[in-house]
């Protein structure tokens, strides 16, 4: 790895801040330690990224499975916790299909996982791949099987074969969706390493021996194999736990570049699939194998997933704007909240729920819930003004101004800094409704 001074001197040295580093000598240094990556800096000269690049690269290599507009990355980490910097590419869930499977069969379980599909705070989750696994050990009805899963899935695929030929030859028939190949062994390392290099599809190696794994890493970089994902036959939570934090320590911590890959679980008969499936996501895993996942298993299991995955240093915001709910008009109440997604879309769904008409201002807080942001000045009735302002909902809308009751205190600010009468609204989100009737009732009486 250079060292600070040696990033340094490749920088532009403009002291932009782009990076989000005050001066490019601290972006130096955050690259030295590992705190950065090159391309967080917009601003760098190709000919500097390639002075770079082998020795800057992350030391668990990126490698992509599917190829168009749907893919799955894997790897790039850099850390072994996130709150050293931020963990970068999410694990992926797949599902298992088997070549056995008849269409209408392998069409129903493309149904279910199209189904895997969820909203939360504003972000979109899915089921990432599906796996076709060949049961039937015959190579021309596995390779159908794939050409028939390709067609009837637009998302990265797995291929796994315990034998060679049936791999090899329907990674041919849809070479072009770069399916990862599951899994060489002891026997066939040379072979399908040098498949994978001809090929370009990524190949898993499977051992629950490390010693042996990094043995045959070794092997398949001699066939030429770039693309490498480590799968050291962990499915139980126990295992998992062992084997991941092993292989990830050694390729942070040591260097260790034969394991400097994504890893995979395979839970494949699996009992406990989803304790197993959690501890992966927790620990280190990239792809998590499943037989099947229920949509009331994926809903917990995404959204553990999207916790670890979010930049702790960022927190999910959305857009200052102002975002009408239940269809308001010009006499409806106008509330008001911070940008942090998390209170935004738990107060947007209770004013939903109430079904009374509301004009929601949302103030940027640079992500921060309404009592962090109001300790650090971020939520001020001057913020809270210019927000009216730049909307116009003051002229949209006669109706009162509903303050959140945990920071009723800005109350007498704000009626001077609107010159509007505002009302102390609720200090929960979940009492919202009742509020909001209540304000109804007593308006209906003026
Ligand atoms: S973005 Fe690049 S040029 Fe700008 S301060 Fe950071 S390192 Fe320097």
Request: a neutral charge; hydrophobic letters at 40%.
């Amino acid at each position: 790895m250079p060292t600070a001074i040696e990033f340094f001197k490749l920088l532009p040295k403009t002291n932009c801040k782009d990076c989000g580093q005050p001066t490019c000598l601290a972006f130096a240094m955050q690259l030295a330690n590992q705190k950065a990556a090159l391309e967080d800096c917009p601003h760098v000269e190709q000919s500097a990224k390639d002075a770079l690049a082998e020795s800057s690269a992350p030391p668990v290599r990126t490698v992509t499975v599917g190829s168009g507009d749907w893919t799955l990355p894997m790897g790039g980490e850099t850390v072994l916790f996130r709150h050293e910097r931020r963990f970068v590419n999410p694990v992926g869930y797949a599902l298992t299909v088997s070549d056995l499977w008849d269409e209408a069969r392998m069409q129903k379980t493309v149904q279910q996982a199209s189904a895997l599909s969820f909203q939360r705070v504003g972000m979109v989750f899915r089921l990432d791949a599906l796996r076709l696994r060949c049961d039937s050990a015959d190579a021309d009805r596995f390779s159908q099987a794939a050409t028939a899963l390709s067609s009837l899935w637009d998302g990265p695929l797995v291929l796994e074969s315990s034998s060679t030929e049936p791999l090899m030859q329907a990674a041919r028939a849809i070479r072009f969706r770069r399916p990862l190949l599951q899994s060489a062994n002891p026997e066939n390392i040379k072979d399908l390493g040098a498949f994978s290099k001809e090929t370009g599809c990524p190949l898993a190696i499977r051992s629950d021996d490390l010693q042996t794994l990094a043995d045959l890493v070794e092997k398949a970089r001699a066939a030429g194999a770039e693309d490498l994902v480590l799968d050291p036959a962990a499915s139980e939570p126990k295992d998992i736990l062992e084997r991941n934090t092993a292989l990830r320590r050694s390729a942070l911590k040591k260097k260790f570049k034969a394991f400097g890959y994504p890893i995979l679980n395979d839970l494949s008969g699996t009992a406990s699939a989803l304790t197993a499936a959690t501890v992966a996501t927790l620990r280190y895993s990239s792809l998590v194998l499943l037989d099947d996942l229920k949509v009331e298993e994926a809903l917990p299991l995404f959204t553990l997933r999207q916790n670890i995955y979010t930049d702790p240093q960022v927190p999910i915001q959305v857009k200052q704007a102002l975002y009408p709910v239940n269809d308001p008009d010009q006499h409806s109440p106008i509330f008001f909240t911070t940008n942090f997604s998390l209170t935004y879309f738990t107060v947007r769904a209770d004013i939903e729920k109430s079904k009374m008409p509301v004009w929601l201002q949302v103030v940027d807080t640079e992500g921060l819930s309404v009592l962090t942001a109001y300790a650090a000045g971020k939520f001020t009735p001057e913020n809270v003004s210019a927000a009216f302002q730049e909307s116009g909902v003051l002229d949209m809308s006669d109706g009162p101004v509903v303050v959140p009751g945990l920071v009723a205190r800005m109350s007498g600010k704000l009626e001077l800094a609107i010159n509007r009468k505002v009302v102390v609204g609720t200090n929960e989100s979940t009492a919202i409704p009742r509020f909001l009737k209540r304000l109804a009732e007593s308006r209906s009486q003026d």
